[in-house]
């Protein structure tokens, strides 16, 4: 059902992309209510500041929409949007550290933890927990795999790395979060 659910989704925004791509701005409008929260989750993992997420998913959808013409795959939109995204993040986060001296209080400042896909018990607390201690590159992975149930070229697209990357990076963080969960289980 989750999987018919999905497909009907990706068919939708299929025809909203054909759509937008001829002018049509309520296909576009609603092109932006379907992803937009997608985009913005994906931004607010990446930069860890919800509120800078929304003026980078503004400054994405600027550039998503100038260049959705160029766009032959319609099927690729999800991951090539997110990879807009990343870029981004990236740009802010070099033009926050050149505004600013790293330091201890802003690194705590800069710490988010990544929503949770929906109200959960212990267990959901303790994974979240757990994915928090990951390196940024390895939540964001994660996040687009499982939260986001991109695949893994996709996730490699949205984030601008080869396919074998996303393996390692998705590999490293199961070790991780298993002796995590498993440490926190036994202790």
Known sequence: MDEDRHQKTRVLEEFLILDAK???RQALNRLIELRGPRLHAHAARLSGDREAARDIVQEAWIQIIRALPSLRQERAFLPWALCIV???VAA???D???GRKLSQAYAA??????EPPEPGGLETDAILAALKKLPPTQQATV???Y???LRVNEVATALNVPVGTVKTRLMKARETLRDLLEGEANG
Do not use: N, T, Y
């Open 109 to 114: 400042e800069a710490e988010v933890a990544p």
């Open 96 to 98: 926050r550290q050149k």
């Open 92 to 94: 802010h986060i070099k």
């Open 147 to 149: 939260l986001e149930d």
């Open 143 to 145: 996040a687009l795999f």
């Open 22 to 24: 001829r002018g049509d």
């Open 86 to 88: 990343s870029r981004r």
